[in-house]
């Protein structure tokens, strides 16, 4: 489907069980088979540049042939429809995976080993992640856009748009914080002193999964 959605037509599948769905495709390869194969048969081609060249004389003429079912040429209804079609998008389509994520409590996801930011509302959700060899697209389960970040391909393992934490105030009563704090305090006085510095800065949730995986080891 992000094929389709990128070049901007609709995929229409061919019922179960009814050939005739998709016989006008199929059919035209049965018709090239046996023309041009009987006209071919007896004759000897010494390379493929003379072969493609009897081809394409065939297909000019089987362009301009009459059908009978449409009561026009191939070559007129090619020309009907072409002021139909759109103009090709200024981008190649590139492929892309599709993955669940769920927002950790210092705002980020982890993809592929790395992390990358997500605004603080979605703390606790899961999420929708679009992958492609330069971008990770984060959106919402109705699929709305909530962050775009550069791959991370290198050593560094964050990507963090700060924008995406809460303020100050928000971010210190969160339940997470409280806790690392209180298991800080148990381990010890230095260790208490240096989460709460750790914590205590304009973004105390920059630091949160540090302190957790240190708590946690």
Request: proline content about 5%; hydrophobic content about 40%; some cysteine.
């Amino acid at each position: 489907m992000d094929f389709a959605n990128h070049w901007g037509f609709a995929v229409v599948p061919a019922r179960p069980f009814r050939p005739r769905d998709k016989g006008a495709n199929e059919s035209a390869i049965g018709v090239v088979q046996r023309q041009f194969f009987q006209e071919v048969r007896e004759r000897k081609f010494y390379s493929l540049s003379e072969l493609n060249i009897a081809f394409r004389e065939y297909l000019e003429r089987l362009n301009g042939t009459l059908m009978k079912d449409w009561g026009v040429s191939r070559r007129e209804r090619f020309d009907g429809e072409r002021s139909l079609l759109k103009p090709c998008p200024s981008e190649n389509w590139e492929q892309s995976e599709w993955r669940k994520a769920k927002v950790h409590p210092d705002c980020h996801i982890q993809v592929l080993k790395k992390s990358y930011s997500v605004p603080f509302q979605f703390v606790g959700r899961e999420v929708r992640v679009r992958i492609t060899a330069r971008l990770i697209e984060i959106f919402d389960e109705d699929l709305n856009p909530l962050a775009s970040h550069s791959r991370l391909l290198g050593k560094e393992a964050h990507s963090t748009n700060l924008s995406h934490y809460p303020a100050e105030k928000l971010a210190l009563t969160q339940f997470s914080i409280q806790s690392a704090l209180r298991q800080a305090e148990a381990i010890g006085e230095e260790t208490l002193k240096l989460v709460t510095e750790l914590l205590g800065g304009a973004f105390p949730l920059k630091h949160l999964r540090r302190v957790q995986e240190s708590a946690a080891s």
